[in-house]
C-alpha cells in the first residue's frame, strides 16, 4: 500500500519532468561544451612546437618528424604511428608507420624544422651556408650561423627586390585599373557613336580616337616599364636565391633551400618554454595580421577576418535601421487587421527560410537585377569586356542579403519590445501634450531598445557563422583585403574572404586534407572567437540601455 | 483595505470626515434639480452638457451635465466601474487613443468646445494635464522627466528649463528629497515619489486644469497623506478633477464632490454637504457603505 502512495506522489508532483528536462538541458550543456573543448584543444595546440622524433626502421629507413598520433588496426590489432615528415618535394609529407618496425626513436637535439614559402615544412639537420651574395662565417653555432644569414638575406631583399616589387606593383595596379577600364570606355564609346550612325570623320568620333590612341600609347609605355622591372626582380630574385643553406634529411640526403624561402625555423628539441612560447605568439601574430600562402594551408587569416567583420558591419549597418523601423511601423502605426497578421506571419516564417535560398535570391535579385542594371547604366564597357562592377558577388551584395535574412529577427523582437511598453507610459506622454513621433522617439524607442538589441544580437551571431549564402554572393578562396590606397578606398564591389567559407574551402575543397587540419581548426577557433566577440560586446551595450531605462513593476 | 490605510487618525486627516462618519445618514427627498445652478457655480471652467458616451454599443456615460468650478478641487467617486476614469479622460481628449469611443453632447472649456475633431489635442492636453494611477515616469532622469512637457512643446534655453524645473519639483513637495540627484534615473525613486514626480511633470507645462486618476491607490499611507497635502497646497492655483473610490479622501481633500453611479451623474454638490446630507437614496447607500 505505502510504496504504491509514493510512486503516485512521485508522478503526480511531475517529479519525471523535472528530471527529463534536466537532462535534456544537461545533454545539449555538454555536446556543447564538448564541441568547444575539441576547437580549443585542437586549434590552440596547432602553434605550439612539438618535439621531433627521429626513428629507425627494421628495414633500415629512417625519418625525421613530429609524432601526431597512434591508431590501433581493429581487423588486425597492429599499432600504427603517424608521423607528419613534412619534405613534400621528396614524398609524401605524411607516413604512417607500423610500431613493431620502428628500431630506434630519440630526439636529435640538432633537427631543425623549416616553415618555407612553398612546400610545407622541411625537418633535417643543418649542414652549412653557401651565400656567394657575402662573406659568411663559419664560426658560431648552426642556429647563430642561420639568423646572421636569414638576416642579411633579408636585408638585402628588402633593399634591392622590395622596392622593385612595389615599384611593379604600383605599374601593373596603374594599368589594371585605370588604363585597361579607361581604353575599354573609349572603344565603347567609339564603337556606339559609330553603331549610331555618327560618321567616321565626325569631331566626336576624331576626338575620341585621339584620346583612344594616347591611351593605347601610354598602355604601351607602361607595359615595357612593366615588363622591364619584372625582368629586373626576377633576375634579382634568382640572384639573391643562390644563397642557400644546406640540409640533410634524416636519409642522409643534402639539399640545398634558398634562404629566402625560409620564413621561420624551429628547433623545437631545445627550445624551452619561453621560446617556445615566443613562436607560438609570432604563429599567432602572423595568423592575424598576414596574408594566407600556399593556397590557404600556412600564412596569416588577415583578409578573411577582415572580410568577416566588415560584412557583419556592413549588414548590421543595413538591416538593424531597417528592421527597426519595419518593426516600429508594424507595433505602432500600422492598423490591426488581416492584411498586418498576414505580413507578420510572413516575417515570422521568413525567419524559417533555408539560407541557401537566401543566397539564390541574392544572387538573382541584387547580383543580376540591381547589380546587372547598375552596370548597364554605369558602366556598359565593362559588363561588354565580360568585367561586371557590381554585377557579380561582392561584399555589398553578400552583406544585403545576410541583411534580408537577419531582418525578421530585428523586426519581430523590436515589435515585441514596443509592445511590452506599459501602456500607461504612452498616455503619460500624450497627456503631456507630445505628439505621437515625439512618444516614439523620446520615450518608446529608447525604452524599447534593449529588447531591439536582442533581435540585433541574435542576428549578427547569425550572420556571422552563415555560410550558404556567402558563397553564391561573392566570398571566395583568395582575395585582397577590399580596403587600399585608392579611392574610395573601401571597395564594396570586390569580392572578399569569410572565415566561415574559408573553414569549408580548406576542409572540404583542399588537395591535401591532412595538411590543412589543423588550419581548419584554427580557423573555427577564430570565427568563434570573432562571433563572441561582436555578442559580448552587443550585450555589454544592452545591459547598459537596460539599466538606464529598466522600468520597475510598481 | 484603502479604508484602513487612510484611517481618519492620519494626521493630516481634516476636520470633516470625522464628523462625516459619526452624522447618522440623513433623511432625503429624491428631488432631481440642476446642481450647478442649485449651488450657484458662478465660473465654470469646465462644463459637460448631456455628455454620452459610448465604447462601441455600450454606453459607458449617460447624459452628464456637470460644471467644475474654477481653482476649486472636485472629487468624483463613485463604485468601480461606473465611469469616473472614462469621463476624466474625456475631458482631455484621451479616450481618442482608444479605437471606437464615440461621444455626443457639448464638453466647454472657458467657453470652446473640446469634443469638437478640429480642436488642437496637444494644446489642449498642455491646457488640461492629467496624472494617472499608476505612477508612469519615462526612463530618463528626474530632471528629464519634469522637463518632458517643455522640451516637446520646443523649449531649449537651459536656465529656463532649469527655473521650471526646480519650481515645479518645489510645488510637488519633491524638491529637498531630489535636488542632489536631479540627473540621476527616476526610476530609483520610490513609488510615492515616482507619483510626485508625475504631478511635477504636469505642473512644468503650467496646466490650468489637472486630471487625476485615483493618483493614490497604489501608494502607502505615508505616500498618500504626502500627495493629499499636495492636493491642499495646490489648490487655488489650478482647478483640480481628482478621481477617487476613496471617501474620506474625497472629504478630506476636495469642496466639490460628484458621484456617479452606472455611468449617470447622480449627485453633485459641496463635499460638506454631499456627504452629511446626501439628496439621493444611491447617494446615501454608497457613501454609508451599503454597497460599492
Ligand atoms: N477601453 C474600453 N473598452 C470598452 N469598455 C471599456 C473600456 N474602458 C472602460 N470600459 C468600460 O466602461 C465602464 C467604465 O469604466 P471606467 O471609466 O474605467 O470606470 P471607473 O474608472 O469608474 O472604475 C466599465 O464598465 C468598463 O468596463
Ligand atoms: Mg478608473
Same mark, same amino acid.
Given at each position: ?77 597492429? !599499432? ?59 664560426? $658560431? ?190 507595433? !505602432? ?52 569586356? $565580360? ?5 557579380? $558577388? ?20 523590436? !515589435? !515585441? ?138 | ?292
Amino acid at each position: 500500500m505505502r510504496p504504491r502512495k509514493a510512486t503516485q506522489r512521485f508522478w503526480r508532483q511531475g517529479e519525471p519532468f523535472v528530471w527529463a528536462s534536466g537532462a535534456a538541458l544537461a545533454l545539449t550543456l555538454s555536446m556543447t561544451a564538448v564541441l568547444l573543448g575539441v576547437v580549443l584543444r585542437n586549434g590552440l595546440g596547432v602553434f605550439w612546437p612539438s618535439p621531433v622524433a627521429e626513428v629507425e626502421l627494421a628495414d633500415g629507413t629512417r625519418l625525421l618528424g613530429e609524432e601526431l598520433q597512434t591508431q590501433i588496426n581493429p581487423d588486425t590489432g597492429v !599499432e600504427s604511428v603517424k608521423f607528419k615528415v613534412g619534405n613534400m618535394e621528396d614524398g609524401p609529407a605524411f607516413r604512417w608507420v607500423e610500431k613493431r618496425v620502428i628500431r630506434k626513436k630519440f630526439y636529435p637535439p640538432g633537427a631543425f624544422v623549416l616553415e618555407r614559402l612553398t612546400n610545407m615544412n622541411y625537418y633535417g639537420t643543418f649542414q652549412d651556408l653557401q651565400t656567394p651574395g657575402w662573406e659568411s662565417t663559419t664560426e $658560431g653555432t648552426p642556429a647563430e650561423r642561420l639568423d646572421a644569414a636569414l638576416a642579411a638575406v633579408r636585408d638585402q631583399y628588402n633593399q634591392v627586390v622590395q622596392p622593385l616589387a612595389d615599384q611593379q606593383a604600383a605599374v601593373a595596379e596603374e594599368l589594371k585599373s585605370r588604363l585597361k577600364y579607361q581604353i575599354l570606355r573609349a572603344e565603347y564609346d567609339r564603337k556606339h557613336r559609330l553603331a549610331e550612325g555618327a560618321a567616321p570623320d565626325a569631331d566626336a568620333v576624331v576626338r575620341l580616337e585621339k584620346h583612344l590612341a594616347e591611351l593605347r600609347a601610354d598602355e604601351q609605355r607602361l607595359k615595357q616599364k612593366s615588363d622591364r622591372l619584372t625582368a629586373e626582380l626576377s633576375e634579382k630574385e634568382a640572384n639573391l636565391r643562390r644563397n642557400v643553406a644546406i640540409f640533410r634529411d634524416a636519409q642522409g640526403r643534402e639539399k640545398p633551400i634558398a634562404l629566402l624561402d625560409i620564413v621561420r625555423y624551429t628547433r623545437p628539441n631545445q627550445m624551452g618554454f619561453g621560446s617556445k612560447a615566443a613562436h607560438y605568439g609570432a604563429k599567432i601574430w602572423e595568423l592575424l595580421t598576414a596574408d594566407p600562402r600556399e593556397s590557404n594551408q600556412d600564412g596569416g587569416l588577415y583578409p578573411a577576418i577582415f572580410g568577416t567583420v566588415l560584412m557583419v558591419f556592413l549588414m548590421a549597418a543595413t538591416c538593424f535601421p531597417l528592421g527597426v523601423v519595419a518593426g516600429v511601423y508594424l507595433g !505602432e502605426y500600422a492598423k490591426e487587421g488581416p492584411l498586418v497578421r498576414l505580413v507578420r506571419i510572413a516575417v515570422n516564417n521568413l525567419a524559417g527560410i533555408p539560407s541557401i535560398v537566401y543566397g539564390v535570391f541574392g544572387l538573382g535579385f541584387f547580383i543580376y537585377l540591381i547589380g546587372g542594371q547598375f552596370d548597364a547604366w554605369f558602366f556598359p564597357e565593362r559588363v561588354e569586356a $565580360g568585367e561586371p562592377v557590381f554585377g557579380q $558577388g561582392c561584399i555589398l551584395w553578400a552583406s544585403l542579403t545576410l541583411g534580408l535574412l537577419t531582418i525578421p529577427v530585428v523586426i519581430v523582437s523590436t !515589435e !515585441e519590445a514596443l509592445r511590452a511598453i506599459p501602456r500607461g507610459v504612452r498616455e503619460g506622454s500624450y497627456a503631456l501634450g507630445a505628439t505621437k513621433l515625439q512618444t516614439l522617439w523620446r520615450v518608446l524607442v529608447p525604452m524599447a531598445s534593449p529588447g531591439m538589441m536582442t533581435g540585433f544580437i541574435l542576428a549578427m551571431a547569425r550572420a556571422a557563422g552563415e555560410v550558404a549564402p556567402l558563397m553564391l554572393t561573392g566570398a571566395v578562396k583568395n582575395a585582397p583585403v577590399p580596403l587600399d590606397s585608392t579611392f574610395p578606398f573601401l571597395h564594396p564591389d570586390r569580392q572578399f574572404m569569410h572565415l566561415g567559407y574559408h573553414i569549408l574551402d580548406i576542409s572540404c575543397k583542399s588537395p591535401n586534407v591532412e595538411a590543412t587540419k589543423p588550419m581548419v581548426y584554427v580557423t573555427t577557433l577564430l570565427l568563434l572567437l570573432i562571433v563572441l566577440s561582436l555578442s559580448s560586446v552587443a550585450i555589454y551595450l544592452r545591459s547598459r540601455m537596460r539599466k538606464r531605462y529598466y522600468m520597475r513593476a510598481i | 483595505m484603502k479604508t484602513t490605510r487612510t484611517t481618519p487618525t492620519m494626521p493630516s486627516t481634516p476636520e470633516p470626515i470625522q464628523h462625516v462618519m459619526k452624522l447618522p445618514p440623513p433623511h432625503v427627498a429624491g428631488v432631481s434639480r440642476d446642481p450647478s445652478a442649485a449651488e450657484g457655480i458662478r465660473d465654470p471652467i469646465v462644463r459637460s452638457q448631456n455628455l454620452h458616451l459610448y465604447y462601441g454599443a455600450t454606453e459607458a456615460l449617460k447624459d452628464i451635465t456637470l460644471d467644475f468650478p474654477r481653482h476649486d478641487v472636485t472629487a468624483l467617486i463613485g463604485p468601480s466601474g461606473c465611469g469616473k476614469s472614462t469621463f476624466l479622460r474625456c475631458l482631455n481628449r484621451m479616450n481618442d487613443l482608444i479605437d471606437g469611443v464615440r461621444t455626443t453632447g457639448v464638453i466647454e472649456l472657458d467657453g470652446r468646445d473640446i469634443t469638437d475633431k478640429s480642436l488642437d489635442v496637444i494644446e489642449l492636453r498642455r491646457r488640461v494635464g492629467m496624472v494617472f494611477q499608476k505612477p508612469t515616469p519615462f526612463p530618463k532622469t528626474i530632471y528629464e522627466n519634469v522637463a518632458y512637457g517643455l522640451r516637446i512643446a520646443g523649449v531649449r534655453r537651459k536656465a529656463v528649463l532649469d527655473e521650471i524645473v526646480e519650481k515645479s519639483l518645489r510645488r510637488a513637495a519633491l524638491w529637498d528629497e531630489v535636488k542632489d540627484r536631479l540627473h540621476d534615473s527616476a526610476l530609483g525613486l520610490s513609488g510615492g515619489q515616482h507619483q510626485r514626480v508625475c504631478i511635477a511633470r504636469a505642473i512644468a507645462v503650467d496646466p490650468e486644469i489637472i486630471l487625476m486618476d485615483e493618483p493614490c491607490s497604489a501608494l502607502d499611507p505615508r505616500s498618500t497623506t504626502r500627495i493629499e497635502d499636495l492636493i491642499g497646497q495646490l489648490r487655488g492655483q489650478y482647478t483640480i478633477i481628482i478621481v477617487t473610490h476613496n471617501m474620506q479622501q474625497a472629504a478630506r481633500v476636495s469642496d466639490w464632490t460628484a458621484f456617479l453611479y452606472e455611468g449617470a451623474l447622480i449627485e453633485f454638490g459641496p463635499t460638506d454637504r454631499l456627504f452629511t446630507k446626501p439628496q439621493k437614496k444611491e447617494t446615501e447607500d454608497y457613501i454609508t457603505g451599503r454597497f460599492g
